[in-house]
Protein backbone atom coordinates (compact mmCIF):
# COMPACT_ATOMS: atom_id res chain seq x y z
CA UNK A 1 0.00 0.00 0.00
CA UNK A 2 1.25 3.15 -0.80
CA UNK A 3 1.64 5.95 1.72
CA UNK A 4 2.18 9.62 2.15
CA UNK A 5 5.95 9.76 2.22
CA UNK A 6 6.67 6.59 0.58
CA UNK A 7 9.78 7.33 -1.68
CA UNK A 8 10.52 5.92 -5.21
CA UNK A 9 13.25 4.30 -6.27
CA UNK A 10 15.98 6.48 -7.33
CA UNK A 11 17.21 6.76 -10.93
CA UNK A 12 20.53 7.48 -12.44
CA UNK A 13 20.80 8.12 -16.00
CA UNK A 14 23.64 8.99 -17.83
CA UNK A 15 23.02 11.48 -20.74
CA UNK A 16 26.13 11.58 -23.55
CA UNK A 17 26.48 13.53 -27.00
CA UNK A 18 25.16 10.65 -28.38
CA UNK A 19 21.64 10.61 -26.44
CA UNK A 20 21.56 14.73 -27.32
CA UNK A 21 21.61 13.55 -31.35
CA UNK A 22 19.33 10.51 -31.00
CA UNK A 23 17.00 13.16 -28.74
CA UNK A 24 17.43 16.00 -31.59
CA UNK A 25 16.13 14.00 -34.28
CA UNK A 26 13.63 12.36 -32.87
CA UNK A 27 12.01 15.64 -31.29
CA UNK A 28 13.23 17.74 -34.59
CA UNK A 29 14.86 19.81 -32.19
CA UNK A 30 18.33 20.71 -33.83
CA UNK A 31 19.02 23.95 -32.12
CA UNK A 32 23.27 24.54 -31.99
CA UNK A 33 23.15 24.91 -28.22
CA UNK A 34 22.72 21.03 -27.91
CA UNK A 35 25.35 20.39 -30.13
CA UNK A 36 27.65 22.95 -30.52
CA UNK A 37 30.48 23.90 -28.04
CA UNK A 38 31.85 26.79 -29.93
CA UNK A 39 28.31 27.79 -30.25
CA UNK A 40 26.98 27.13 -26.84
CA UNK A 41 29.82 28.91 -25.11
CA UNK A 42 29.61 32.12 -27.91
CA UNK A 43 25.95 32.03 -26.13
CA UNK A 44 27.70 32.03 -22.62
CA UNK A 45 26.62 28.52 -21.46
CA UNK A 46 29.89 26.62 -20.12
CA UNK A 47 29.18 23.55 -23.03
CA UNK A 48 27.01 21.90 -24.29
CA UNK A 49 23.71 21.40 -23.34
CA UNK A 50 20.95 18.32 -22.65
CA UNK A 51 17.82 19.60 -23.92
CA UNK A 52 14.99 20.56 -21.30
CA UNK A 53 12.58 18.21 -22.89
CA UNK A 54 14.77 15.56 -22.10
CA UNK A 55 15.73 16.15 -18.91
CA UNK A 56 12.06 16.43 -17.96
CA UNK A 57 11.54 12.84 -19.72
CA UNK A 58 13.91 11.40 -17.96
CA UNK A 59 12.09 12.33 -15.03
CA UNK A 60 8.93 11.50 -16.02
CA UNK A 61 10.69 8.20 -16.52
CA UNK A 62 10.89 7.58 -12.48
CA UNK A 63 7.19 8.12 -12.20
CA UNK A 64 6.31 5.18 -15.05
CA UNK A 65 8.93 2.90 -13.66
CA UNK A 66 7.44 2.95 -10.12
CA UNK A 67 3.86 3.37 -11.09
CA UNK A 68 4.23 0.57 -14.37
CA UNK A 69 1.91 2.24 -16.31
CA UNK A 70 2.09 5.36 -18.12
CA UNK A 71 -1.45 5.87 -18.72
CA UNK A 72 -1.85 6.49 -14.67
CA UNK A 73 -0.34 9.93 -15.03
CA UNK A 74 -2.70 12.55 -14.72
CA UNK A 75 -0.39 15.44 -14.81
CA UNK A 76 2.83 16.04 -15.18
CA UNK A 77 4.63 19.35 -15.03
CA UNK A 78 8.30 20.97 -13.99
CA UNK A 79 10.35 24.47 -14.11
CA UNK A 80 13.45 24.29 -16.13
CA UNK A 81 16.06 25.95 -13.27
CA UNK A 82 19.50 25.28 -14.53
CA UNK A 83 21.08 23.02 -17.75
CA UNK A 84 22.51 19.80 -17.87
CA UNK A 85 25.87 20.12 -19.55
CA UNK A 86 27.04 17.24 -21.52
CA UNK A 87 30.92 17.11 -21.88
CA UNK A 88 32.39 15.56 -25.05
CA UNK A 89 33.07 12.40 -23.19
CA UNK A 90 32.21 8.40 -23.51
CA UNK A 91 30.72 8.95 -19.92
CA UNK A 92 28.82 12.00 -20.32
CA UNK A 93 26.45 13.52 -17.70
CA UNK A 94 24.80 11.71 -14.55
CA UNK A 95 21.30 13.06 -13.40
CA UNK A 96 19.92 11.29 -10.27
CA UNK A 97 16.52 11.53 -9.95
CA UNK A 98 14.39 10.43 -7.07
CA UNK A 99 10.83 11.04 -5.84
CA UNK A 100 8.60 10.63 -2.64
CA UNK A 101 4.49 10.42 -2.73
CA UNK A 102 3.65 14.24 -1.57
CA UNK A 103 0.22 13.46 -1.13
CA UNK A 104 -2.93 10.58 -1.38
CA UNK A 105 -6.21 11.90 -2.63
CA UNK A 106 -9.43 10.45 -1.32
CA UNK A 107 -10.16 10.14 -5.29
CA UNK A 108 -7.76 7.60 -5.49
CA UNK A 109 -4.74 9.60 -7.10
CA UNK A 110 -1.28 10.49 -5.47
CA UNK A 111 0.40 13.33 -6.07
CA UNK A 112 4.80 13.04 -6.60
CA UNK A 113 7.45 15.41 -6.38
CA UNK A 114 10.24 14.56 -8.27
CA UNK A 115 13.85 15.73 -7.48
CA UNK A 116 16.41 15.97 -10.57
CA UNK A 117 19.70 16.54 -9.75
CA UNK A 118 23.04 17.27 -11.58
CA UNK A 119 26.28 17.61 -9.93
CA UNK A 120 24.60 17.69 -6.84
CA UNK A 121 22.40 20.99 -8.26
CA UNK A 122 18.43 20.83 -8.50
CA UNK A 123 18.06 21.28 -11.96
CA UNK A 124 13.99 20.84 -12.48
CA UNK A 125 11.81 23.02 -10.36
CA UNK A 126 8.11 22.28 -8.94
CA UNK A 127 8.29 18.77 -10.86
CA UNK A 128 5.55 17.58 -9.88
CA UNK A 129 3.05 13.91 -11.37
CA UNK A 130 -0.79 13.71 -10.29
CA UNK A 131 -1.16 10.10 -10.77
CA UNK A 132 -3.87 7.29 -10.49
CA UNK A 133 -3.16 4.40 -7.65
CA UNK A 134 -6.16 1.97 -8.68
Given at each position: ?T?????L??????????????????????????????????????????????????????????????????????????????????????????????????????????????????????????????
Open positions: MAVGDEPPLSVQVTRKDLVRYAGAALDFNPIHWNEPFAKEVGLPDVIAHGMLTMALAGRLVTQWVGDPGKILQYGVRFTRPVVVPNDDKGATVELSGKVRAINEDGTAKIDITAKFEGKTVLGKAQALLRLS
